[in-house]
Protein backbone atom coordinates (compact mmCIF):
# COMPACT_ATOMS: atom_id res chain seq x y z
CA UNK A 1 0.00 0.00 0.00
CA UNK A 2 1.25 3.02 -1.18
CA UNK A 3 0.38 6.36 0.41
CA UNK A 4 1.44 10.05 -0.83
CA UNK A 5 0.47 13.60 -0.84
CA UNK A 6 -0.93 15.50 -4.01
CA UNK A 7 1.55 18.16 -4.51
CA UNK A 8 0.78 21.75 -5.61
CA UNK A 9 -2.42 22.21 -5.14
CA UNK A 10 -3.39 26.05 -5.52
CA UNK A 11 -5.59 27.81 -2.61
CA UNK A 12 -9.11 26.59 -3.33
CA UNK A 13 -11.87 29.29 -4.05
CA UNK A 14 -15.44 28.51 -4.02
CA UNK A 15 -16.98 27.32 -6.83
CA UNK A 16 -13.41 25.61 -8.02
CA UNK A 17 -13.40 22.18 -9.28
CA UNK A 18 -11.78 19.93 -6.95
CA UNK A 19 -11.65 16.97 -9.82
CA UNK A 20 -9.90 18.63 -12.21
CA UNK A 21 -7.41 20.54 -9.30
CA UNK A 22 -6.19 16.82 -8.62
CA UNK A 23 -5.96 15.31 -11.53
CA UNK A 24 -3.99 18.04 -13.18
CA UNK A 25 -1.55 17.02 -10.59
CA UNK A 26 -1.65 13.73 -10.45
CA UNK A 27 -1.84 10.20 -12.27
CA UNK A 28 -4.95 8.86 -10.28
CA UNK A 29 -6.21 4.84 -10.96
CA UNK A 30 -9.49 3.54 -10.86
CA UNK A 31 -8.71 1.20 -7.74
CA UNK A 32 -6.90 4.15 -5.97
CA UNK A 33 -8.46 5.61 -2.77
CA UNK A 34 -8.35 9.65 -3.01
CA UNK A 35 -8.78 11.37 0.24
CA UNK A 36 -9.59 15.00 0.33
CA UNK A 37 -9.61 17.20 3.91
CA UNK A 38 -12.77 18.58 4.19
CA UNK A 39 -11.27 22.01 4.44
CA UNK A 40 -10.58 22.18 1.28
CA UNK A 41 -14.36 20.54 0.02
CA UNK A 42 -15.66 23.42 2.01
CA UNK A 43 -14.18 25.93 0.39
CA UNK A 44 -14.51 24.86 -2.84
CA UNK A 45 -18.70 24.59 -1.79
CA UNK A 46 -18.44 27.81 -0.69
CA UNK A 47 -18.73 26.72 2.93
CA UNK A 48 -16.78 29.57 4.46
CA UNK A 49 -19.48 32.26 6.60
CA UNK A 50 -18.63 35.43 8.77
CA UNK A 51 -19.79 35.49 12.19
CA UNK A 52 -22.37 38.34 11.65
CA UNK A 53 -24.02 36.31 9.60
CA UNK A 54 -24.99 34.46 12.54
CA UNK A 55 -26.72 36.68 15.10
CA UNK A 56 -26.46 34.97 18.44
CA UNK A 57 -29.94 34.35 20.24
CA UNK A 58 -30.57 33.62 24.05
CA UNK A 59 -29.31 29.91 23.93
CA UNK A 60 -26.06 30.66 22.62
CA UNK A 61 -25.67 33.91 24.51
CA UNK A 62 -25.85 30.66 27.54
CA UNK A 63 -23.47 28.81 26.34
CA UNK A 64 -21.09 31.09 25.55
CA UNK A 65 -21.42 33.13 29.06
CA UNK A 66 -20.94 29.69 30.57
CA UNK A 67 -17.72 28.82 28.61
CA UNK A 68 -16.92 32.14 29.08
CA UNK A 69 -16.76 31.88 33.04
CA UNK A 70 -15.00 28.33 32.90
CA UNK A 71 -12.17 29.43 30.69
CA UNK A 72 -11.73 33.17 31.65
CA UNK A 73 -11.53 33.93 27.82
CA UNK A 74 -13.84 36.17 25.99
CA UNK A 75 -15.92 33.99 23.88
CA UNK A 76 -18.30 35.53 20.87
CA UNK A 77 -21.84 34.32 21.20
CA UNK A 78 -22.10 34.29 17.60
CA UNK A 79 -20.04 31.31 17.12
CA UNK A 80 -22.14 29.54 19.17
CA UNK A 81 -24.93 30.41 17.51
CA UNK A 82 -23.20 29.11 14.17
CA UNK A 83 -22.56 25.80 15.94
CA UNK A 84 -26.15 25.61 16.90
CA UNK A 85 -27.01 26.24 13.68
CA UNK A 86 -24.60 23.35 12.41
CA UNK A 87 -25.73 20.82 14.90
CA UNK A 88 -29.12 18.60 15.55
CA UNK A 89 -27.65 18.22 19.29
CA UNK A 90 -25.18 19.16 21.94
CA UNK A 91 -23.84 16.34 23.78
CA UNK A 92 -21.81 18.59 25.66
CA UNK A 93 -21.67 22.09 26.65
CA UNK A 94 -19.15 22.50 28.58
CA UNK A 95 -15.87 22.66 29.25
CA UNK A 96 -16.72 22.81 25.38
CA UNK A 97 -18.76 22.20 22.64
CA UNK A 98 -18.91 18.82 21.35
CA UNK A 99 -22.46 18.54 18.97
CA UNK A 100 -23.37 16.41 16.71
CA UNK A 101 -23.61 17.52 12.83
CA UNK A 102 -26.81 17.19 10.48
CA UNK A 103 -24.81 14.16 8.69
CA UNK A 104 -24.06 12.03 11.47
CA UNK A 105 -20.46 13.32 12.63
CA UNK A 106 -19.96 13.83 16.45
CA UNK A 107 -17.19 16.70 16.62
CA UNK A 108 -16.12 19.81 18.62
CA UNK A 109 -17.70 22.64 17.67
CA UNK A 110 -19.69 20.98 15.30
CA UNK A 111 -15.92 20.63 13.15
CA UNK A 112 -16.30 24.24 12.23
CA UNK A 113 -12.57 25.49 11.98
CA UNK A 114 -11.22 29.38 12.68
CA UNK A 115 -7.84 28.18 11.16
CA UNK A 116 -6.99 27.68 7.39
CA UNK A 117 -9.97 30.00 6.32
CA UNK A 118 -7.65 31.67 4.10
CA UNK A 119 -8.24 35.23 2.11
CA UNK A 120 -11.45 36.33 1.77
CA UNK A 121 -11.83 38.31 4.73
CA UNK A 122 -14.28 34.96 6.53
CA UNK A 123 -13.85 34.57 9.76
CA UNK A 124 -15.38 30.62 9.71
CA UNK A 125 -14.99 27.51 7.33
CA UNK A 126 -18.19 25.35 8.00
CA UNK A 127 -17.94 21.40 7.30
CA UNK A 128 -19.38 20.43 4.14
CA UNK A 129 -23.46 19.88 4.47
CA UNK A 130 -23.46 16.36 3.15
CA UNK A 131 -19.48 14.96 3.33
CA UNK A 132 -20.98 11.63 1.47
CA UNK A 133 -22.55 13.89 -1.40
CA UNK A 134 -19.36 16.05 -1.51
CA UNK A 135 -17.83 12.76 -2.18
CA UNK A 136 -20.09 11.87 -4.81
CA UNK A 137 -19.42 14.41 -7.14
CA UNK A 138 -15.72 14.84 -6.79
CA UNK A 139 -15.67 11.11 -8.40
CA UNK A 140 -18.61 12.12 -10.85
CA UNK A 141 -15.95 15.00 -12.21
CA UNK A 142 -12.75 12.85 -11.93
CA UNK A 143 -11.80 11.22 -15.25
CA UNK A 144 -11.00 8.16 -13.41
CA UNK A 145 -12.92 6.30 -11.12
CA UNK A 146 -11.26 5.92 -7.67
CA UNK A 147 -13.06 5.85 -4.04
CA UNK A 148 -13.27 9.45 -2.51
CA UNK A 149 -12.94 9.43 1.10
CA UNK A 150 -13.53 13.39 2.57
CA UNK A 151 -11.61 13.68 5.74
CA UNK A 152 -11.05 15.57 9.16
CA UNK A 153 -9.35 15.60 12.13
CA UNK A 154 -10.93 15.13 15.37
CA UNK A 155 -9.99 14.03 19.36
CA UNK A 156 -11.52 11.57 21.05
CA UNK A 157 -12.14 10.21 24.52
CA UNK A 158 -9.30 8.33 26.20
CA UNK A 159 -6.24 8.96 24.24
CA UNK A 160 -4.53 12.35 23.70
CA UNK A 161 -4.23 13.81 20.22
CA UNK A 162 -5.93 14.46 17.00
CA UNK A 163 -6.16 12.01 14.44
CA UNK A 164 -7.92 11.53 10.65
CA UNK A 165 -11.18 10.35 10.43
CA UNK A 166 -13.74 10.06 7.56
CA UNK A 167 -16.61 12.02 7.19
CA UNK A 168 -18.08 11.49 3.84
CA UNK A 169 -16.90 8.36 1.70
CA UNK A 170 -17.86 7.16 -1.92
CA UNK A 171 -17.33 4.11 -4.18
CA UNK A 172 -16.30 2.46 -1.09
CA UNK A 173 -17.92 0.94 2.17
CA UNK A 174 -16.94 2.72 5.32
CA UNK A 175 -16.23 -0.59 6.43
CA UNK A 176 -15.42 -4.26 6.28
CA UNK A 177 -17.21 -6.79 8.03
CA UNK A 178 -15.38 -9.98 9.36
CA UNK A 179 -18.37 -11.49 11.04
CA UNK A 180 -18.31 -15.23 10.66
CA UNK A 181 -14.77 -15.36 9.51
CA UNK A 182 -12.46 -17.32 11.77
CA UNK A 183 -8.63 -17.28 12.54
CA UNK A 184 -5.97 -19.41 11.17
CA UNK A 185 -6.63 -21.64 14.40
CA UNK A 186 -10.45 -21.61 13.26
CA UNK A 187 -11.64 -19.49 16.44
CA UNK A 188 -14.40 -17.00 15.45
CA UNK A 189 -12.82 -13.14 15.33
CA UNK A 190 -13.77 -11.01 17.94
CA UNK A 191 -12.61 -7.70 15.86
CA UNK A 192 -15.84 -7.95 13.59
CA UNK A 193 -16.61 -4.44 11.94
CA UNK A 194 -13.24 -2.45 10.57
CA UNK A 195 -13.69 1.18 9.91
CA UNK A 196 -11.86 1.11 6.54
CA UNK A 197 -12.43 4.60 6.05
CA UNK A 198 -11.31 5.99 9.23
CA UNK A 199 -7.92 4.03 8.60
CA UNK A 200 -7.26 5.97 5.63
CA UNK A 201 -8.12 8.90 6.64
CA UNK A 202 -5.58 8.51 9.27
CA UNK A 203 -3.25 7.20 7.09
CA UNK A 204 -3.32 9.98 4.57
CA UNK A 205 -2.75 12.75 7.61
CA UNK A 206 0.09 11.04 8.28
CA UNK A 207 1.60 12.09 4.75
CA UNK A 208 -0.88 15.76 4.64
CA UNK A 209 0.16 17.44 7.12
CA UNK A 210 -1.07 20.50 9.30
CA UNK A 211 1.02 23.54 8.57
CA UNK A 212 2.65 25.98 5.93
CA UNK A 213 3.19 22.92 3.76
CA UNK A 214 0.15 21.56 4.32
CA UNK A 215 -0.88 19.04 1.64
CA UNK A 216 -4.81 18.91 1.52
CA UNK A 217 -5.39 15.93 -1.19
CA UNK A 218 -3.40 12.45 -0.56
CA UNK A 219 -4.03 9.24 -2.67
CA UNK A 220 -3.82 5.51 -1.09
CA UNK A 221 -2.63 2.97 -3.99
CA UNK A 222 -2.38 -0.76 -3.91
CA UNK A 223 -4.60 -1.44 -1.31
CA UNK A 224 -7.41 -3.89 -1.47
CA UNK A 225 -10.71 -4.01 0.35
CA UNK A 226 -10.70 -7.43 -0.32
CA UNK A 227 -13.14 -9.72 -0.21
CA UNK A 228 -15.63 -8.78 2.53
CA UNK A 229 -19.34 -7.27 3.19
CA UNK A 230 -19.25 -3.69 3.42
CA UNK A 231 -21.27 -1.16 6.02
CA UNK A 232 -21.95 2.34 5.55
CA UNK A 233 -23.24 2.04 9.06
CA UNK A 234 -20.36 4.46 10.17
CA UNK A 235 -22.28 6.73 12.76
CA UNK A 236 -23.57 5.32 15.94
CA UNK A 237 -27.19 5.98 16.44
CA UNK A 238 -27.76 7.27 19.96
CA UNK A 239 -29.40 4.31 21.05
CA UNK A 240 -26.06 2.25 20.91
CA UNK A 241 -23.53 4.52 22.04
CA UNK A 242 -23.48 4.84 25.67
CA UNK A 243 -20.76 7.25 25.98
CA UNK A 244 -23.17 9.59 24.20
CA UNK A 245 -26.02 8.96 26.45
CA UNK A 246 -23.58 9.15 30.02
CA UNK A 247 -22.64 12.74 28.36
CA UNK A 248 -26.21 13.94 28.00
CA UNK A 249 -26.39 13.32 31.35
CA UNK A 250 -23.32 14.56 32.71
CA UNK A 251 -22.33 18.13 34.14
CA UNK A 252 -18.87 19.31 34.02
CA UNK A 253 -17.92 21.10 37.32
CA UNK A 254 -14.79 22.50 38.02
CA UNK A 255 -13.30 21.71 41.46
CA UNK B 1 5.17 6.35 2.30
CA UNK B 2 5.02 2.82 1.79
CA UNK B 3 2.58 0.14 4.16
CA UNK B 4 3.32 -3.71 4.05
CA UNK B 5 2.71 -6.92 5.97
CA UNK B 6 5.57 -8.99 6.72
CA UNK B 7 4.75 -12.52 4.96
CA UNK B 8 5.30 -16.04 6.50
CA UNK B 9 5.51 -15.27 10.22
CA UNK B 10 4.90 -18.85 11.78
CA UNK B 11 2.89 -19.47 14.60
CA UNK B 12 4.35 -17.50 17.41
CA UNK B 13 5.48 -19.38 20.89
CA UNK B 14 6.89 -18.27 24.42
CA UNK B 15 10.26 -17.10 24.34
CA UNK B 16 10.12 -16.71 20.57
CA UNK B 17 12.37 -14.05 19.58
CA UNK B 18 10.23 -11.58 17.95
CA UNK B 19 13.04 -9.76 15.85
CA UNK B 20 14.74 -12.62 14.86
CA UNK B 21 11.51 -13.86 13.20
CA UNK B 22 10.45 -10.75 11.57
CA UNK B 23 14.23 -9.89 9.90
CA UNK B 24 14.43 -13.44 8.65
CA UNK B 25 11.67 -11.74 6.65
CA UNK B 26 12.00 -8.70 5.82
CA UNK B 27 15.40 -6.35 5.34
CA UNK B 28 14.36 -3.46 7.72
CA UNK B 29 15.63 -0.37 7.33
CA UNK B 30 16.81 2.42 10.37
CA UNK B 31 14.48 4.67 9.42
CA UNK B 32 11.35 2.03 8.66
CA UNK B 33 8.50 1.71 11.50
CA UNK B 34 7.83 -1.79 12.74
CA UNK B 35 4.49 -2.55 13.48
CA UNK B 36 3.65 -6.03 16.15
CA UNK B 37 0.31 -6.89 16.46
CA UNK B 38 -0.11 -7.24 20.16
CA UNK B 39 -1.32 -11.12 19.86
CA UNK B 40 1.93 -11.99 18.59
CA UNK B 41 3.85 -9.82 21.57
CA UNK B 42 1.40 -11.48 24.26
CA UNK B 43 2.59 -14.90 23.08
CA UNK B 44 6.26 -14.47 22.77
CA UNK B 45 5.76 -13.17 26.21
CA UNK B 46 4.03 -16.13 27.45
CA UNK B 47 1.17 -14.32 28.41
CA UNK B 48 -1.29 -17.00 27.34
CA UNK B 49 -3.84 -17.71 30.75
CA UNK B 50 -6.09 -20.29 31.76
CA UNK B 51 -9.58 -19.46 33.11
CA UNK B 52 -9.03 -21.92 36.06
CA UNK B 53 -6.00 -19.22 36.99
CA UNK B 54 -8.64 -16.67 38.04
CA UNK B 55 -10.84 -18.37 40.42
CA UNK B 56 -13.79 -15.94 40.93
CA UNK B 57 -14.33 -13.51 43.85
CA UNK B 58 -17.44 -11.66 44.67
CA UNK B 59 -17.02 -8.49 42.87
CA UNK B 60 -16.53 -10.51 39.72
CA UNK B 61 -19.55 -12.95 40.69
CA UNK B 62 -21.73 -9.80 40.23
CA UNK B 63 -20.21 -8.31 37.51
CA UNK B 64 -20.89 -11.46 35.44
CA UNK B 65 -24.11 -12.33 36.82
CA UNK B 66 -25.40 -9.09 35.87
CA UNK B 67 -23.97 -9.15 32.22
CA UNK B 68 -25.52 -12.47 32.27
CA UNK B 69 -28.81 -11.17 32.82
CA UNK B 70 -28.28 -8.15 30.42
CA UNK B 71 -27.22 -10.24 27.45
CA UNK B 72 -29.08 -13.74 28.58
CA UNK B 73 -25.92 -15.13 27.42
CA UNK B 74 -24.03 -17.34 30.05
CA UNK B 75 -20.61 -15.28 31.26
CA UNK B 76 -17.86 -16.94 33.18
CA UNK B 77 -17.60 -15.08 36.53
CA UNK B 78 -13.86 -16.00 35.85
CA UNK B 79 -13.47 -14.25 32.88
CA UNK B 80 -14.92 -11.45 34.78
CA UNK B 81 -12.15 -12.24 37.41
CA UNK B 82 -9.32 -12.09 34.76
CA UNK B 83 -10.71 -8.29 33.19
CA UNK B 84 -10.69 -7.06 36.90
CA UNK B 85 -6.98 -8.31 37.51
CA UNK B 86 -5.78 -6.68 34.67
CA UNK B 87 -7.13 -3.45 35.55
CA UNK B 88 -6.67 -0.72 37.35
CA UNK B 89 -10.11 0.48 37.08
CA UNK B 90 -13.94 -0.92 35.69
CA UNK B 91 -14.81 2.52 33.82
CA UNK B 92 -18.46 0.92 32.71
CA UNK B 93 -19.63 -2.94 33.85
CA UNK B 94 -23.00 -3.12 31.62
CA UNK B 95 -23.63 -3.66 28.95
CA UNK B 96 -19.53 -4.84 28.71
CA UNK B 97 -16.88 -3.87 30.87
CA UNK B 98 -15.09 -1.06 29.80
CA UNK B 99 -11.85 -1.18 31.66
CA UNK B 100 -8.16 0.86 32.19
CA UNK B 101 -5.36 -1.27 32.01
CA UNK B 102 -2.59 -1.20 34.38
CA UNK B 103 -0.54 0.97 31.25
CA UNK B 104 -3.09 3.40 30.61
CA UNK B 105 -5.19 1.99 27.90
CA UNK B 106 -8.88 2.08 28.01
CA UNK B 107 -10.41 -0.81 26.31
CA UNK B 108 -13.00 -3.21 26.17
CA UNK B 109 -12.72 -6.60 28.74
CA UNK B 110 -9.32 -4.92 29.25
CA UNK B 111 -7.97 -5.94 26.14
CA UNK B 112 -8.22 -10.22 26.87
CA UNK B 113 -8.58 -11.78 23.70
CA UNK B 114 -10.59 -14.89 23.45
CA UNK B 115 -9.89 -15.52 19.60
CA UNK B 116 -6.79 -16.06 18.07
CA UNK B 117 -5.37 -17.92 21.25
CA UNK B 118 -4.02 -20.44 18.81
CA UNK B 119 -3.43 -24.18 20.28
CA UNK B 120 -1.81 -25.62 23.66
CA UNK B 121 -5.24 -25.04 25.24
CA UNK B 122 -5.08 -21.52 26.82
CA UNK B 123 -8.41 -19.97 26.96
CA UNK B 124 -7.17 -15.92 26.86
CA UNK B 125 -4.45 -14.07 25.78
CA UNK B 126 -3.79 -11.16 27.72
CA UNK B 127 -2.36 -8.06 26.79
CA UNK B 128 1.53 -7.64 27.51
CA UNK B 129 1.81 -5.98 30.39
CA UNK B 130 4.30 -2.95 29.33
CA UNK B 131 3.68 -2.66 25.93
CA UNK B 132 5.90 -0.02 25.45
CA UNK B 133 9.01 -2.52 27.40
CA UNK B 134 7.90 -4.98 24.73
CA UNK B 135 8.27 -2.26 21.87
CA UNK B 136 11.72 -1.29 23.36
CA UNK B 137 13.55 -5.04 23.68
CA UNK B 138 11.95 -5.96 20.06
CA UNK B 139 13.98 -2.88 19.51
CA UNK B 140 17.17 -3.79 21.16
CA UNK B 141 17.20 -7.10 19.63
CA UNK B 142 16.88 -6.22 15.67
CA UNK B 143 20.19 -5.88 13.68
CA UNK B 144 18.81 -2.55 12.32
CA UNK B 145 17.19 0.13 14.23
CA UNK B 146 13.50 1.17 13.61
CA UNK B 147 11.22 2.59 15.22
CA UNK B 148 8.50 -0.27 16.87
CA UNK B 149 4.97 -0.19 17.91
CA UNK B 150 2.72 -2.43 19.12
CA UNK B 151 -0.66 -2.58 18.00
CA UNK B 152 -3.77 -3.34 18.70
CA UNK B 153 -7.61 -2.85 17.25
CA UNK B 154 -10.41 -1.16 19.63
CA UNK B 155 -14.06 0.16 19.01
CA UNK B 156 -14.65 3.82 20.08
CA UNK B 157 -17.51 5.98 20.72
CA UNK B 158 -19.62 7.89 18.27
CA UNK B 159 -18.50 5.99 15.74
CA UNK B 160 -19.07 2.10 14.97
CA UNK B 161 -16.68 -0.37 13.61
CA UNK B 162 -12.91 -0.65 15.07
CA UNK B 163 -9.62 0.72 14.15
CA UNK B 164 -6.19 -0.20 14.90
CA UNK B 165 -4.29 2.10 17.68
CA UNK B 166 -1.36 2.11 19.45
CA UNK B 167 -0.43 0.73 22.37
CA UNK B 168 3.58 0.72 23.28
CA UNK B 169 6.31 2.38 21.52
CA UNK B 170 10.03 2.58 20.83
CA UNK B 171 11.88 4.83 18.82
CA UNK B 172 9.37 7.50 17.89
CA UNK B 173 7.44 9.94 20.08
CA UNK B 174 3.50 8.98 20.41
CA UNK B 175 2.38 12.64 19.06
CA UNK B 176 4.05 15.13 17.39
CA UNK B 177 3.04 18.86 18.17
CA UNK B 178 1.57 21.73 15.55
CA UNK B 179 1.65 23.90 18.20
CA UNK B 180 2.61 27.35 17.56
CA UNK B 181 2.65 26.53 14.15
CA UNK B 182 1.17 28.42 11.27
CA UNK B 183 -1.41 27.44 8.01
CA UNK B 184 0.18 28.76 4.99
CA UNK B 185 -2.02 31.63 5.55
CA UNK B 186 -0.52 32.70 9.09
CA UNK B 187 -3.25 31.42 11.02
CA UNK B 188 -2.09 29.50 14.08
CA UNK B 189 -3.50 25.53 13.52
CA UNK B 190 -6.38 24.43 15.39
CA UNK B 191 -4.86 20.83 15.27
CA UNK B 192 -2.24 20.57 17.66
CA UNK B 193 -1.24 17.34 18.73
CA UNK B 194 -1.12 14.33 16.11
CA UNK B 195 -1.31 11.16 17.47
CA UNK B 196 0.89 9.38 14.75
CA UNK B 197 1.21 6.15 16.42
CA UNK B 198 -2.28 5.53 16.57
CA UNK B 199 -2.27 6.57 12.56
CA UNK B 200 0.68 4.48 12.21
CA UNK B 201 -1.44 1.77 13.62
CA UNK B 202 -4.37 2.27 11.54
CA UNK B 203 -2.69 2.15 8.61
CA UNK B 204 -0.56 -0.83 9.51
CA UNK B 205 -4.44 -3.15 10.43
CA UNK B 206 -5.41 -1.90 6.47
CA UNK B 207 -2.33 -4.35 5.23
CA UNK B 208 -2.43 -6.81 8.16
CA UNK B 209 -6.00 -8.22 8.54
CA UNK B 210 -7.60 -10.45 10.87
CA UNK B 211 -8.71 -13.78 9.11
CA UNK B 212 -7.09 -16.96 8.05
CA UNK B 213 -4.28 -14.65 6.14
CA UNK B 214 -4.02 -12.92 9.54
CA UNK B 215 -0.46 -11.14 9.24
CA UNK B 216 0.30 -9.75 12.33
CA UNK B 217 3.36 -7.30 11.31
CA UNK B 218 3.41 -4.63 9.05
CA UNK B 219 6.32 -2.24 7.97
CA UNK B 220 5.95 1.54 7.48
CA UNK B 221 8.64 2.47 5.20
CA UNK B 222 9.60 6.05 3.49
CA UNK B 223 7.85 8.16 6.60
CA UNK B 224 8.97 11.47 8.12
CA UNK B 225 8.09 12.24 11.52
CA UNK B 226 9.09 15.54 10.59
CA UNK B 227 10.69 18.72 12.25
CA UNK B 228 7.88 19.13 15.28
CA UNK B 229 7.92 18.65 18.65
CA UNK B 230 7.34 15.10 20.48
CA UNK B 231 4.96 13.87 23.67
CA UNK B 232 4.97 10.61 24.92
CA UNK B 233 1.61 11.83 26.64
CA UNK B 234 -0.91 9.64 24.79
CA UNK B 235 -3.05 8.21 27.59
CA UNK B 236 -5.63 10.72 28.67
CA UNK B 237 -6.17 11.27 33.07
CA UNK B 238 -8.87 11.05 34.62
CA UNK B 239 -8.94 14.91 35.08
CA UNK B 240 -8.95 15.55 31.58
CA UNK B 241 -10.83 12.88 30.43
CA UNK B 242 -14.50 14.14 30.15
CA UNK B 243 -15.97 11.00 29.00
CA UNK B 244 -14.38 8.89 31.76
CA UNK B 245 -15.79 11.25 34.37
CA UNK B 246 -19.07 11.10 32.61
CA UNK B 247 -18.98 7.24 32.12
CA UNK B 248 -18.34 6.85 36.02
CA UNK B 249 -21.59 7.80 36.83
CA UNK B 250 -23.66 6.78 34.54
CA UNK B 251 -25.85 3.61 34.94
CA UNK B 252 -27.00 1.95 32.21
CA UNK B 253 -30.61 0.66 32.03
CA UNK B 254 -32.21 -1.15 29.33
CA UNK B 255 -35.91 0.26 27.89
Known amino acids: MNVFAVPGLPEVRPGDDLAALVEARADLRDDDVLLVASTVVSKAEGRRADLEEFPAGPRAKELAERLEAISG ?17 IIMEAPFLLTATKFGHVGVNAGIDRSNVGDGGADLLLLPERPSE ?40 ASRDWRGETDRDG ?34 RDWEFGNHEGSDNLYRDVDGDFVRQALRGWEFARD
Open 73 to 89: EQKDPRFAQAVLEESTE
Open 134 to 173: SADRIRENLESDPAVVVTDTSGRPFRHGQRGVAIGWSGIP
Open 187 to 220: HELEVTVEAVVDELAAAANLVTGEGDDGLPVAVV
